[in-house]
């Protein structure tokens, strides 16, 4: 049964939106030389900012300031005095933490439930874990065992993050690269600029060197620059396997190294000894989670044929219950989706699902007349071949095939050009550590999904990407031996 909620909007007086932003670097805002370009509310399309296009003068502008700023103070800073201010940042981003998750949910779209128990909270947590490792990095790299020095920064790092989880993605680049010693350049996506400039008055509220972090907003342009600077160390990209090759392609031969997180199309697998109604919870926390923006995204459910139609009805009844709507309502569950571009390849690839003959169902919702809106969706009679089989929607959309053995689970679940996550539903301990080892996945997740912790590496196998992030394997990659 759906109950019937009153509206419980969360205010967004707190954040102190200006109209508009210029590039941080060296420490202040300074205009940028290109043209604005405006952010919105995919909520409500109501302009929110203008946000200021760094161009290449800027690039080099801003990389001239990272690396000012690691030879002169940052490669001098011991280890214990950058974790203080590390801890500093952590501390202001809880002290702040509703504000963030407030400006999040204005410029991303993502429910505030969201943003304020899960993306400020482990974005804090990113930070302390990180400002923990700073005066401890002759533990970093085990295979280096009584090594009499400490492993060295790589210098200036160039980081280019994608629009699901902005400040999150954030953290997971900045607090590494400063716990080992580099000084960043870091440029966040064209449709959520918005809490990375907050990030930049952060760091001047916590008395950050000026230099050591630097914001540059813009699109693809400005990412090309950043990347192929001849003064970038280390270039460190989250976003699309398309993009990321492209990446692959300019940094190879020279001297810069290079890590790159990239798309999903991740499998879950529910078992026919399971706890039903936990899986089903954990399906919907797999693809509905973040409108499905999300490159762990639980986007392929393989179920066991005997629970097939169990599952599938409880799995329908539950999303009858999702309200989607306002991101800034305590209520919502599914919020808007971050942009009309990103809205017109879900309807495509939606469209090409029921084209190729796969059945179509979402549950009856009233979708909002303003902004960009999906309804959640699940695909059944689904093939291998099918292009929303294979290829990466990016969004509230679930297609769903079964299986009978293990064996042809791992095999269905293996079948992609992607390798980032996988879950799997069941009650035999031995059955997990067994389907553990056989899925070719960065993460596997047992009875339960979309869990982040900063001790746990994450990354990818095959084209979803290189390198880890988060643990003591995200330090390796800001680390020179
Ligand atoms: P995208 O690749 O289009 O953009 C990502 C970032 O790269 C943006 O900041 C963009 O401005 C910039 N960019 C675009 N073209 C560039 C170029 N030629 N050179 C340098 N930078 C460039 O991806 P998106 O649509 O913003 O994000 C969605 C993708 O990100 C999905 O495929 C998703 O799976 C992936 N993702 C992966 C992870 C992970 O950890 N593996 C996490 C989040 C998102």
Redo the contacts with the bound molecule.
């Keep these: 049964m759906a109950f019937e909620y009153a509206p419980a909007p969360e205010s967004r007086a707190i954040v102190d939106l200006k109209s508009s932003y210029g590039l941080f670097i060296g420490g202040d805002f300074v205009d940028g030389s290109g043209h604005a370009f405006k952010s919105v509310s995919p909520a409500t399309e109501e302009v929110l900012a203008e946000i200021a296009e760094a161009t290449a003068n800027d690039v080099d502008t801003a990389v001239a300031a990272a690396r000012r700023a690691y030879t002169r103070t940052w490669s001098k800073t011991s280890g214990a005095e950058r974790s203080k201010y590390l801890f500093r940042i952590a501390r202001i981003i809880q002290e702040r933490s509703r504000e963030l998750a407030v400006l999040e949910s204005l410029d991303n779209g993502k429910p505030i439930r969201e943003s304020r128990d899960v993306d400020i909270p482990l974005v804090a947590a990113y930070f302390f874990y990180y400002a923990g490792w700073a005066d401890k990095l002759e533990y970093a790299l085990p295979h280096r065992r009584g090594a009499t020095t400490t492993p060295r920064p790589l210098g200036v790092a160039g980081q280019?993050?994608?629009?699901?989880?902005p400040l999150l993605?954030l953290a997971?680049k900045i607090a590494p690269a400063l716990a080992a010693g580099n000084t960043v350049v870091l440029?966040?996506?064209?449709?959520t600029s918005l809490t990375a400039l907050l990030f930049a008055e952060i760091c001047q509220q916590a008395d950050l060197p000026a230099g050591v972090v630097n914001i540059i907003t813009?699109?693809?342009?400005?990412?090309?620059a950043?990347?192929g600077h001849p003064d970038v160390d280390k270039v460190a990209?989250?976003?699309?396997?398309?993009?990321?090759k492209?990446?692959g392609r300019?940094v190879a031969g020279t001297r810069k190294s290079v890590t790159?997180?990239?798309?999903?199309k991740a499998a879950n697998i529910v078992f026919d000894d399971a706890p039903i109604d936990q899986a089903v919870e954990g399906i919907v926390n797999g693809i509905f989670f973040n409108q499905g923006?999300?490159?762990?995204a639980g986007s392929r459910l393989l179920v066991q044929e005997s629970v097939y139609d169990d599952v599938l009805a409880r799995l329908k009844r539950r999303m009858a219950t999702l309200r989607v709507g306002d991101p800034l309502d305590k209520n919502t569950d599914v919020g808007a989706i971050n942009s009309s571009e990103?809205l017109a390849r879900i309807r495509e690839l939606s469209a090409v699902g029921e084209a190729e003959g796969a059945e179509r169902w979402s549950p009856p919702c009233e979708l909002p007349d303003r902004g960009f809106w999906f309804a959640p969706t699940i695909f059944t009679g689904v093939s291998q071949a099918h292009r929303i089989a294979r290829e990466?929607i990016?969004g509230p959309v679930l297609s769903i095939l079964t299986f009978r053995t293990p064996a042809e689970a791992v095999e269905k679940a293996n079948n992609t050009p992607f390798g980032?996550s996988a879950g799997v539903w069941t009650d035999k301990g031995s059955r997990i550590l067994w389907m553990a080892n056989q899925l070719r996945a960065g993460v596997v997740w047992a009875n339960t999904f979309n869990r982040f912790d900063p001790t746990s590496p994450?990354?990818?196998y095959k084209e979803?990407?290189y390198g880890r992030?988060g643990g003591r394997h995200g330090l390796e990659a800001y680390l020179a031996e």
Excluded: D, Y
Aim: charged share 15%; net charge negative.
């Design positions: 280019i993050i994608p629009w699901n989880f993605m997971w440029k966040p996506a064209e449709t813009g699109a693809g342009e400005t990412g090309r950043l990347v990209f989250t976003g699309s396997t398309e993009v990321g492209a990446i300019t790159l997180e990239l798309g999903g923006h999300v490159c762990c990103q990466e990016f980032l994450f990354g990818g979803s990407g992030e």
